[in-house]
């Protein structure tokens, strides 16, 4: 899934997350707002108001909001046009009493930047934009038209013009940066809600081909030798049995079946138990078998191994586990696309950490995306070249968040790098350079007592 399939989709449905009982709630405590002012300034400071319009107003809403409780379930979501047809009315019904009272000399109207704020938050971009000039323009309008606020002697209760104008300006500058700061907040939450569900399918996915390639060999180990044993057997009945016919066939009969169970293990998809003898295999084989599908791409994939104390450890085993295969994958990938001719992958162990170290000849990393490397939907300005190159890559970066998010699920740490060093053994100078780093019992499987077993190969959990 691309870039602007996440964009569209995130657009299509950003109006869809709110339930209508939420507005209703909101738009109950608008109203007993409302209801409060209106009552204080009344009472409390005897201003006169048009009390008939402003109940009005206040009873539209009222009734609006009964409608819709009584005609719509509980669990009911508003749809993007019932979500801006809302967030309309209540703005429209606030511009509406404010009007009433006193416009931009009222303290109430700062009380407009909660309609565009949430229509920033939960809806599309031109809803947002419709909401925000509908707002402004209202605003603009009630400078110049608007009904006074008048104390119980008559006098008309206004402040200096050049608050007016300050507060337009205020109200204004609101409404752009507020929708602005909303919008961009909502989106960077959204992207990383929707970036890690892409990493959480694709470890789902990767643990369910790590289920499907183990099955036979979990099979056979298990099944392996009682049938062995069973046409073993029927082989030496069908020769005692030459004078029975009839009996030599039923023989023959369970030769073939046990023959037929045989094939069915070699084509038969992951189920059952799962094997322990292939839960962890040697480093570099972990490694080869993450970079296993780049390996015929066109480009040079070397892997090498080698402990950094001089005490010469052994090469470790390594667990394979679904995010460590389905993580280096992603960054051998990456330097698989990018690279020109070569990919250097070095293993190295010592007896507190294992680390990868992944390199290429290509042009490395963006020096401006360096310290976003990791953040998913970054796209970078490329240049008419590099389109030309590889017209197809869009380069949002969710390859490398799903890598970072599973890598360091698993315990190890990340870190990225342009190199500048000539490679040993090669006058190529590298490009990108990403290493991983795991503490050593973060990866490597505990150390059995000699003559311990493994135990029992365990069900799979469905």
Known sequence: MTQSDFGLLNERHRGSFIRLRTMIWLRWCAIVGQITAIMLAQYLYNLQLELGLCYLAIGVSIVGNLIAIFVFPE???????????????????????????????????????????????????????????????????????????????????????????GQWVAITIAVIFLSLYARQITDEMNSMSDAVVATQM???????????????????????????????????????????????????????????????????????????????????????????????????????????????????????????????????????????????????????????????????????????IGDPFVRNRRLERDRKARPEYEGMGLGLFIAKTLLERAGAELSFANGTKPLRGSSKRRGAVVEVVWPRPAIVPPERAKGQGIGENPSFQV
């Open 75 to 165: 669990n009911k979501r508003l749809n993007e046009a019932e979500n801006f047809l809302m967030v309309l009315f209540d703005l429209l019904q606030l511009c509406f009493l404010i009007y009433l009272t006193g416009g931009l000399h009222n303290p109430f109207t700062i009380l407009i930047l909660g309609p565009v704020i949430v229509s920033a938050t939960i809806m599309t971009l031109r809803s947002t934009i419709i909401i925000g000039a509908t707002a402004l323009a209202l605003v603009t309008l009630m400078v110049f038209f608007h009904l006074p606020l008048r104390t119980e002697e008559g006098f008309i209760l206004r402040i200096a013009d050049v608050f007016v104008f």
């Open 202 to 372: 694709a470890l789902s996915r990767t643990q369910m081909l790590n289920n499907l390639g183990g099955v036979v060999a979990a099979a056979a180990h298990e099944l392996g030798t009682p049938l062995a044993t069973i046409k073993l057997t029927s082989a030496e009945l069908i020769e005692d049995l030459d004078d029975r016919p009839d009996l030599q066939e039923d023989a023959q009969l369970i030769r073939q079946q046990a023959d037929r169970c045989r094939d069915i293990l070699h084509s038969m998809g992951r189920a059952g138990k799962e094997d322990l003898h292939i839960r962890s295999a040697p480093l570099i084989e972990v490694i080869r078998e993450a970079a296993e599908p780049h390996l015929n791409r066109g480009k040079d994939v070397l892997i090498d191994g080698i402990a950094e104390d001089d005490e010469g450890l052994d090469p470790p085993l390594a667990m394979r586990r679904p995010e460590v295969i389905h993580g280096l994958r992603n960054l051998i990938q990456n330097a698989v696309d990018f690279a020109r001719s070569t990919v250097w992958i070095e293993a190295r162990w010592t007896e507190r950490s294992i680390s990868v170290r992944i390199m290429d000849d290509g042009p490395g990393y963006p020096t401006n995306m360096l310290g976003r």
